[in-house]
């Protein structure tokens, strides 16, 4: 694989495991202890190495792994913590410009006991104490992306059943040649670079083909709801994405990005790529264009779905930060 296309296919790795694996787990009523929060035991807390070089190295560390006795937590931003410690979505948050950038490794041990769904009250006593997090709540207007059915009607394809899961006693299959393993959060994302672009398996969430074709990043995904959609689009556009469909179920879908777009989108989540287009500065397109349905090629991908992106102001919750440090106090 050429060099730049490389790069590229490894910015896309990162963006895919961190769109595919931020998942904000629900949350049952805890036990609390003496202090009256649920907390970590013992908590490690390490700056994370960049995505796109976890992407580059061929190996990840992306997500939540929960095993009983410890979470381990890779490769997530202040942002993305306080959104599943609090049970919001990133775009209901409201901080520092370097909330989203800043990337953490935490290592945890968890009182005996515990289980996973309490694991976000003591995300939030981790977040007070390490990082001196306080903050208030609003309902604030936003301005959004409202994800409706178009005039034609929706123009996707039902994914199919899953496969019947390994019996016990069967043979597993081996690790194919030229196959990387990424390890994001307690399930498992296989890639494999192709010719042209490289094709990624993700439990539960289906097959996902990546390639380049034209200057265009292609990704066609084999299962993925509307609502699993609008999150993605979010990472894509200059606005939160809400799903306003009411459309059950699992689709194929095919999302075509301009260079320009995937590099945007790779700067919103704060990496840096050197070498591409534009390098790590912001996009040089006027804001009124970005918004503009025919102007990227996110709406223009949506558009052929049958689906569309319209934009709207809407009320939401959300969490405004009054202070956090960029730096934990040390473990």
Do not use: C
Not at 119 to 142: V, W, Y
Not at 147 to 165: C, F, M, N, R, T
Not at 166 to 191: H, L
Not at 280 to 290: K, L, N, Q, V
């Amino acid at each position: 694989m050429p060099k730049m296309l490389f790069r590229f296919a490894g910015v896309s790795f990162a963006l895919a495991a961190s769109v595919a694996m931020a998942q904000t787990p629900a949350v049952a009523p805890a036990a609390v202890s003496a202090t009256g929060a649920l907390a970590f035991e013992v908590a490690t807390i390490k700056p994370a190495i960049p995505l796109q070089e976890q992407a580059m190295s061929g190996k990840m560390h992306v997500g939540v792994n929960w095993d009983k006795a410890r979470v381990d937590i890779g490769g997530m931003s202040l942002q993305d913590l306080i959104a599943i410690a609090y049970k919001v979505k990133p775009h209901q948050i409201s901080g520092p410009d370097w909330l989203n950038i800043e990337r953490f490794d935490i290592l945890a041990t968890v009182p005996p006991g515990s289980t996973r769904e309490q694991m976000p009250e003591m995300l939030q006593s981790l977040l007070k104490e390490r990082f001196k997090l306080t903050f208030h709540k609003e309902a604030k207007d936003h301005q959004i992306y409202a994800l409706i059915v178009g005039k034609g009607g929706l123009k996707l394809k039902e994914s199919p059943p899953d496969p019947e899961a390994p019996k016990e006693g069967d043979v597993p299959a081996k690790d194919e040649k030229g196959v990387m393993t990424i390890q994001s959060g307690n399930s498992q994302m296989q890639v494999k670079q192709t010719a042209n672009g490289a094709e990624m398996k993700m439990g539960g969430a289906g097959q996902m083909k990546m390639v380049m074709e034209d200057g265009h990043m292609i990704m066609e995904m084999s299962k993925m709801s509307i609502a699993g959609l609008a999150e993605a689009l979010s990472r894509f556009v200059d606005k939160p994405v809400v799903d306003m469909t009411d459309v059950k179920g699992d689709y194929q879908m095919k999302i075509q990005l301009a260079m320009e777009d995937l590099m945007n989108m790779a700067r919103a989540q704060g990496m840096q790529i050197p070498g591409a287009p534009g390098g790590g500065a912001p996009s040089s397109r006027p804001a009124e264009t970005i918004a503009d349905p025919s102007g990227t090629s996110v709406f223009q991908s949506v558009q052929q779905m049958g689906l569309k992106l319209d934009p709207r102001k809407a009320p939401l919750d959300t969490i405004i930060v009054d202070h956090v440090d960029k730096t934990p106090t040390e473990n």
